[in-house]
Nanobody
């Protein structure tokens, strides 16, 4: 059974940075799509950034230029580097994987393996 464990969340001031990590076990060989999602209180879960096995990356308009998704295959770990954080970035952040293609689709509906989430709080 695949397990995804996020870490790296925390509380920062606006303008700060965080790097989220998502460790997968056991080893996952080339999942179709990998992604980071977030859910703020009272809001629906939304896609932040996704990546295909070929390395293509996709970002929500709200975070473009401020975040970067990457993967370390040797460590079986997915990352989300977040810079210039804003209070509106406050949310629970989740990593997820799925098979298939069309990784440019940022919606969370097709993802079927999820981590437990890590909280990011940005104060003004």
């Amino acid at each position: 059974q695949v397990q995804l464990v996020e870490s790296g969340g925390g509380s920062v001031q606006a303008g700060g940075s965080l790097r989220l990590s998502c460790a997968a076990s056991p080893y996952i060989y080339r999942p179709g799509c990998m992604g980071w999602f977030r859910q703020a209180p009272g809001k629906e879960r939304e896609g932040v950034a996704t990546m295909g096995t070929g390395g293509s990356t996709y970002y929500a308009d709200s975070v473009k230029g401020r975040v970067a998704i990457s993967v370390d295959n040797a460590k079986n770990t997915l990352y989300l580097q977040m810079n210039s954080l804003k209070p509106e970035d406050t949310a629970m952040y989740y990593c997820a994987i799925r098979g298939g293609t069309a990784c440019y689709v940022l919606g969370p509906e097709r993802y079927n393996k999820w981590g437990q989430g890590t909280q990011v709080t940005v104060s003004s």
